[in-house]
């Protein structure tokens, strides 16, 4: 059964699929021009007269997003835009998300029976003026529907699931060749309701059905925040809203099958991203920080979607600034450079790996101590990640590897075990951090779930998490050697919880300073 609604949400029929013929290289086209009678025949508007306000057009001015310095547009002009388009179709494959988000809406409604469930994408976002940030989905959204279209409002209610969003550009409107959000001749061709609902398997409806729907007497939650038409349309019930993003943020902790080979790919991404930035050493050199973050997102969006967050590209004291994202400085042969840089899949799924590489292309004795004690650290953390085990447990493993190697070097004020005490923690100077976050279609993944489920938890088969231990010396640090102010490392990789352990997503990056060194030599010859 076809479970679409059309433009106007009446029962639709599927649109014949049209296409151009080819232009032929080295002929002449005649251009045949439309018949102008039988538009006006058709109902047209289009005529010699002009009315009185020649600047009008069929939408009120507030509804179009146009721009101060865009030119008037006569009713002429914008009659004549209105007539003469022909059909399209999208031939939009079934989504491979379809089957695993029912299953996760069907999990979502049996925990609230007999409730409206209201999850937002979320609008457009101004960068600058008239400007807008490309639109990336709300989380939940995404992971509940597959949908990535902005101002889609997902309903589920009574086990039943409606996608409300906003239908294309009609023909007959000034939108198409108007608006510059949404307008077709502006962003290109949007999928409509039926195409939707073929891709994602979910039934669709006209975005402004919505304020009926709500307005039909039913408990509702609403994920807030994310649309605020959304909120003002349902009266907030703070603590009922708050549980439904904490039951959301709880659902995504384990990760499908599904999810797990998304973020493999993000990962697999990310190692080629990096593998680009050391074969363009040369122009690094020249460039600094800048080109690597240039060179990686070049990866990202010829692969992926976009990164995941912005690349941290630290060179030299730059590394010791735990998220230094200007990425305006040198790289300077005799120092390290620290990358922190993941690729957001086009299923919106990223990677987050670092990686502290010698910018000569070999540590010196000094780096190469330092990094080993860190790589020591990451070991141990990964080697704490099994199922049963609590999500800080590689947190702990991993600093009481790096607060005994701050001893050895002299820099605590007391012993390892006195440091590591939990009313002390002063080998933190050096550490700062966690070790660890989950990690999913958000890069701090689930941070609305109950503290006592994540972050205070357990760890379960599914779930994905980073191990990123560091070392950082200021510049100014008056309690540490000269030689170790401005050096700061750290090593991260993305771990799933197996049945017995944990696999490595990122693990094709080399880790072990000598594969690092000859890696980074076969890049660059």
């Known amino acids: 059964m076809d479970r679409s609604l059309d433009e106007r949400g ?26 102008i009678s039988a538009l006006r025949a058709a109902g047209a508007s289009y005529s010699d007269e002009v009315s ?17 310095h865009d030119p008037a547009v006569p009713e002429k002009y914008a009659a004549f835009m209105r007539t003469g388009w022909g059909e399209s179709r999208l031939d939009l494959p079934t989504h491979p998300v379809a089957e695993w988000a029912a299953a996760r809406r069907a999990r979502l409604a049996e925990t609230f029976p007999g409730e409206r469930l209201v999850i937002p994408a979320g609008t457009f976002k101004v960068r600058a003026n008239d400007t807008d940030y490309r639109f990336r989905p ?50 290109g061709r949007r999928p409509s309701l039926e195409e939707i ?21 039913a408990k509702t939650r609403v994920l807030r925040g994310v649309d605020r038409t959304v909120d003002q349309a349902v009266a907030p019930d703070e603590g009922r809203d708050r549980e439904l993003a904490r039951v959301l943020s709880e659902l995504r902790l384990v990760k499908d099958a599904w999810e797990v080979d ?6 697999d991404v990310t190692a080629l991203g990096f593998e680009d930035s050391v074969r363009e050493w040369d122009r690094v050199l020249e460039h600094g920080e800048r080109w690597i973050e240039g060179t990686f997102f070049r990866r990202a969006r010829a ?41 957001e899949a086009s299923t919106l799924y990223t990677a987050d790996v670092t990686r502290t590489l010698p910018v000569d292309g070999r540590f010196t004795p000094l780096q190469r101590d330092l990094y080993s004690a860190v790589l020591e650290a990451q070991q141990a953390g990964i080697d704490a990640v099994r199922p049963g085990a609590k999500f800080r447990d590689p947190h ?37 951090h966690g070790t660890s976050h989950m990690l999913g279609m958000d890069v701090h993944d689930c941070a609305a779930a109950a503290p006592d489920v994540y972050p205070e938890g357990e760890l379960a088969e ?64």
């Open 303 to 343: 692969m992926g979607n976009d990164i995941g967050y912005d690349s941290i590209v630290a060179g030299g004291p730059h590394a010791t600034t735990l998220h230094w994202i200007d990425n305006t400085g040198p790289i300077t042969p005799g120092e390290l450079v620290l990358l922190d840089m993941g690729v």
């Open 52 to 68: 009185e306000s020649p600047e009008t057009s069929p939408e009120p001015a507030g509804a179009l997003h146009t721009e101060s």
């Open 262 to 267: 998304e973020l493999a790919r993000a990962c």
């Open 197 to 217: 609902s073929s891709a994602l398997g979910i039934a669709t409806r006209h975005v402004d059905q919505l304020p009926d729907a709500l307005a039909r007497s």
């Open 396 to 432: 702990h493993a991993a600093m009481n590897v790096l607060a005994h190697k701050l001893e050895d070097l002299g820099l605590l004020p007391c012993s390892a075990e006195e440091a590591l005490a939990p009313d002390s923690k002063v080998y933190s100077r050096w550490t700062l």
């Open 138 to 187: 709300d989380t939940a959204h995404t992971y509940l529907c597959g949908n990535q279209t902005s101002d889609a409002v997902l309903v589920v209610e009574d086990g039943e699931a409606t996608l409300y969003a906003r239908p294309r550009s009609g023909r007959e409107t000034d939108e198409f060749f108007r608006d510059r959000q949404y307008g077709e001749l502006w962003v």
């Open 10 to 35: 009446q029962p639709g029929a599927r649109s014949a699929h049209t296409s151009a013929k080819p232009f032929r290289a080295g002929a002449r086209r005649r251009i045949r021009r439309p018949d």
């Open 462 to 525: 599914g779930m994905v998490l980073t191990v990123e231990p560091g070392l950082y010396f200021q510049q100014d640090d008056l309690l540490v050697p000269e030689e170790l102010r401005g050096i700061g490392i750290r090593i991260e990789d993305d771990v799933v919880v197996t049945s017995d352990g944990a696999r490595n997503l990122s693990g094709s990056l080399p880790r072990d300073p000598d594969a690092i060194e000859e890696w980074m030599g076969a890049l660059r010859r």
